[in-house]
């Protein structure tokens, strides 16, 4: 009767650490799948001579570098020269310095604060992209298939400047010049 018990234990023991094995083997495969996913809140990967990214940021290896991933809240300074963003979805943002930017990627659409600089922005058509200045809020909209390409931001002398190559421009103005608010309150 032992024989027999000890018969029946072993393929027991056997299946054992088998089942321990493949529960890690596809806890490993699923960790390994998730850490190619970006979080749903980044932005791109910079990469830039002379910048400064505070906010929420991660890090990405790409060809064995490391490199920084914007994500949503993240604020950039462009210190002189240039910097490239190679988003997420697709596309690319080549900022000039010196520049101020910050972004926000909410619902699938992002959203870029242009405080001072200049940037031009290459996207496919699949991305919401609005850019606010102090003085509009700009987009660009698909024309059929066509990815958009615009420029946006402040030229030396600090006018203005919107030039859309692909897609139609959308723009309006956010502050009103000829009433601005009087810091006195008068």
Do not use: W
């Amino acid at each position: 009767m032992k024989a027999l018990s000890n018969s029946r234990l072993r393929p027991r023991r056997a299946a054992f650490p088998l089942a321990c094995l493949a529960f890690l083997c596809a806890a490993l495969v699923a960790a390994a799948r998730r850490s190619d996913q970006p979080p749903p809140d980044s932005v791109g990967i910079i990469d830039g001579e002379s910048i400064r990214v505070t906010g929420p940021t991660s890090v990405a290896v790409v060809q064995g570098q490391a490199k920084t991933v914007l994500r949503s809240g993240s604020d950039v300074r462009v210190k002189s020269g240039t910097a490239r963003i190679d988003l997420i979805e697709g596309g690319q943002i080549s900022v000039c310095g010196p520049a101020h930017l910050s972004f926000l990627k909410s619902g699938g659409s992002l959203t870029i604060a242009l405080d001072t600089g200049m940037i031009h922005l290459q996207v496919e058509r699949d991305l919401p992209v609005k850019i606010y200045t102090p003085q509009i809020q700009a987009q660009t909209v698909a024309v059929g298939d066509a990815p958009r390409d615009v420029l946006v931001g402040f030229d030396a002398s600090g006018a203005m400047c919107i030039r859309t190559n692909r897609g139609r421009p959308s723009s309006r103005a956010t502050v009103n010049r000829s009433k601005r608010p009087d810091p006195s309150g008068r």
